[in-house]
């Protein structure tokens, strides 16, 4: 199993961003699907979530700005990231869990991409 992350990049307060995790090596439509985001010196914290049935999950502090989908024809989720912040400056990470209901929790998944790091300056 693999979950290759990409997208992230520097970017200006007030910018935007298309975060894109492929997977491989999984039934892919099977599977929960899970953005995380971990700031030095923080823990991992859940960002946004999409279930099998597309049905999505979002930290109260994001919704509005953050937008999670998937394409299951190309094994593919992704997080667009608007009106970014300071704040949203870190390393993102996509998750993987053959669940229902996706855990806000990084000890509820499995696999993990390997992060894609996301600088917002001020």
């Known amino acids: 199993v693999q979950l290759q992350a990409s997208g992230g990049g520097l970017v200006q307060a007030g910018g935007s961003l298309r975060l894109s995790c492929v997977a491989s090596g999984l039934p892919f439509n099977m599977y929960s699907m899970t953005w995380f985001r971990q700031s030095p010196g923080k823990e991992r914290e859940f960002v946004a979530a999409i279930t099998r049935g597309s049905g999505t999950l979002y930290t109260d502090s994001l919704k509005g700005r953050f937008t999670i989908s998937r394409d299951n024809a190309k094994n593919a989720l992704y997080l667009q990231s608007d009106s970014l912040k300071p704040e949203d400056t870190a390393v993102y990470y996509c998750?993987?869990?053959?669940?229902?209901?996706?855990?806000?929790?990084?000890?509820?998944?499995?696999?993990w991409g390997q992060g894609t790091l996301v600088t917002v300056s001020s």
């Open positions: 998750a993987a869990a053959q669940t229902a209901v996706p855990s806000r929790r990084a000890s509820g998944y499995t696999y």
